[in-house]
Antibody
Framework: VQLVQSGAEMMKPGASLKVSCKAS????????VTWVRQAPGQGLEWMGW????????NYAPSFQGRLTLTTDTSTNTAYMELRSLKPDDTAIYYC??????????????WGQGTLVTVSS | DIQLTQSPSSLSASVGDRVTITCQASQDISNFLNWYQHKPGRAPKLLIY???LLQTGVPSRFSGGGSGTNFSFTIGSLQTDDFATYYCQQYDTLATFGPGTTVDI
């Protein structure tokens, strides 16, 4: 079981970010995918969850309206799109398999992380 | 929003020590609580799910307990590989992580 994320990104404030997370080694459509980030010197912050089974998604209140999570079961890939980027969005972004196809649950395993830097 | 607090925020310990971390939820979350280990430059790792169940492949020196609003996480005999930051995470309502507890030498 493995999750492989897309590479590091350098972004401008106000731009939109899209990170991919390609899964292998398990039946992708029977689980969810959760996204978590860690800003420099900070702890883990849960961003949201998406079901690869039916496409349902839940978002942390702090990201509502700015975050969209999707999955593509034809390629076993999950996507995280974050809009209107700010310097405070500089962080390592992780995807993880969520063990529940209907809501947030526990997260295992995790992708390797994608470093995103937002700077003018 | 459900808030999680962890205690202590950091601790210093030696190999062989027994270490206990607590996690308190702002409201009753039953047993919907997990524990992760996170090392710098690595992906987080699930250790305990549903408050007390050991994830497959995780050494038995790790254990968890509690329900409702008060939870604990214990490393029975600290090993050099265990120096890391530990997070609790609730999934009763959406998901939230605690602020983390750093275990160092």
């Amino acid at each position: 079981v493995q999750l492989v994320q897309s590479g590091a990104e350098m972004m401008k404030p106000g731009a939109s970010l899209k990170v991919s997370c390609k899964a292998s080694g398990y039946n992708f459509a029977m689980y969810g995918v959760t996204w978590v980030r860690q800003a420099p010197g900070q702890g883990l912050e849960w961003m949201g969850w998406v079901s690869a089974y039916n496409g349902d998604a839940n978002y942390a209140p702090s990201f509502q309206g700015r975050l969209t999570l999707t999955t593509d079961t034809s390629t076993n890939t999950a996507y995280m799109e974050l809009r209107s980027l700010k310097p405070d969005d500089t962080a390592i972004y992780y995807c993880a398999r969520d063990w529940n196809q209907y809501k947030e649950n526990w997260f295992d395993p995790w992708g390797q992380g994608t470093l995103v830097t937002v700077s003018s | 929003d459900i808030q999680l607090t962890q205690s202590p925020s950091s601790l210093s310990a030696s190999v062989g020590d027994r270490v206990t971390i607590t996690c308190q939820a702002s409201q009753d979350i039953s047993n919907f609580l997990n524990w992760y280990q996170h090392k710098p430059g690595r992906a987080p790792k699930l250790l305990i799910y549903d408050a007390s169940l050991l994830q497959t492949g995780v050494p038995s020196r790790f254990s968890g307990g509690g329900s409702g609003t008060n939870f604990s996480f214990t490393i029975g005999s600290l090993q050099t590989d265990d120096f890391a930051t530990y997070y609790c995470q609730q999934y009763d309502t959406l998901a939230t992580f605690g602020p983390g507890t750093t275990v160092d030498i």
